[in-house]
């Protein structure tokens, strides 16, 4: 074999192994011709660069292949990722290729989340594209709305700052002292107070335990003496002043009808009158018998005969006897 030969040899070689290398580098594999080929349509593909790792499950089955713009007008600065599998594996055409942070120091690698339900994906097929965020994009995510709320703070508490700086002026703030001063003197003399109150305490803690044990003495006589009359059969005893109050008013009633002696003492004005004149009477003969009591009893052992009665005498109100011979 000649020399020239042999250079021409090496020089195809190494020509073949730049341009597997350059395709390898790109992810296409020259030695795979039954690789798979789908399409992925993004808005933002958020750093998402050709060569790029394909995973199904964690498992790497192929790379990024392309991306371009979408050239249909509908779909204008849409972009068109172009994927290759190399694995046979089958999943259906609502499989989701998800774009997914590679790890922390950047990168973003293309995961296939498959989809068994409905018809099997095809070589040339569309798949739905999604977006997963990473940390920092979700922390930042979540710290957008927070910061705007934050600033909104921070404004209310300028302008609560600034009104208070208007209405506080000098004169303001040098009442605002004294009162702090003020509340303070207060604070020493509630704290003077539960001192002394303490130190009250303290000494008449003899009394105070002497107290409260006649206090304990006082309840249990007092339940003693609820028991004593929880046992006295109170029951009864109301039931008999029941029946008493009961006969009571009947006799009451009676009373106030008419019925019975001393019903018709009160209520039978005939009665009364009677009682009245019968009274009078008496009153009338027990104040002769005294004026002249020998006209109604004479015992005489000489035989004097009594002085006659005399009518003058008695309406003057003069004993008989009195009256000389």
């Keep these: 074999m000649s020399k020239e030969l042999k250079t021409g040899i090496i020089s195809v070689l190494i020509i073949a192994l730049g341009i597997w290398g350059y395709n390898f580098l790109k992810g296409q ?127 209310g508490a300028d302008s609560l700052l600034i009104g208070l700086n208007k209405v506080l002026d000098e004169k303001s703030r040098k009442s605002l002292n004294r009162s702090i001063i003020g509340l303070e003197s207060t604070v020493n003399g509630v704290r003077k107070t539960l001192a002394s109150v303490n130190s009250l305490l303290e000494n008449n803690k003899s009394n105070l335990d002497a107290t409260l044990s006649n206090t304990k003495k006082i309840t249990e006589n007092f339940s003693k003496v609820s028991e004593d009359l929880t046992k006295a059969n109170l029951g009864e005893t109301v039931e008999k002043l029941e029946t008493t109050l009961k006969n009571v008013n009947a006799l009451l009633a009676n009373v106030k009808d008419g019925k019975g002696t001393l019903g018709k003492l009160i209520t039978d004005e005939k009665m ?52 000389k011979d």
Excluded: C, W
């Design 29 to 155: 594999n020259l030695f795979s011709p039954s690789s798979r080929h789908f399409y992925v349509e993004y808005n933002n593909i958020n750093g998402l660069n050709e060569a790029s790792v394909v995973t199904i499950n964690g498992l790497q089955v192929g790379k990024v292949e392309k991306i371009s713009f979408n050239p249909k007008t509908d779909k204008k600065g849409h972009l068109l990722v172009r994927v290759s599998i190399e694995n046979n594996f089958r999943f259906s055409k609502n499989s989701i290729a998800k774009i997914y942070p590679a790890g922390l120091m950047g990168g973003q690698n293309l995961a296939i989340i498959p989809s068994y339900e409905g018809e099997d994906a095809v070589s040339g097929d569309y798949l739905k594209g999604e977006i997963e965020l990473g940390i920092f994009d979700s922390v930042g995510e979540k710290l957008n709305p927070i910061q705007g709320k934050l600033d909104n703070v921070l404004v």
């Design 272 to 323: 009364y009158t009677n009682l009245t004149n019968a009274s009078k009477e008496m009153e009338e003969l027990l104040r002769e018998m005294k004026l002249n009591p020998k006209r109604f009893v004479h015992f005489s052992l000489f035989g004097k005969k009594p002085k006659p009665y005399s009518e003058e005498n008695n309406n003057s109100n003069i004993s008989n006897s009195q009256v």
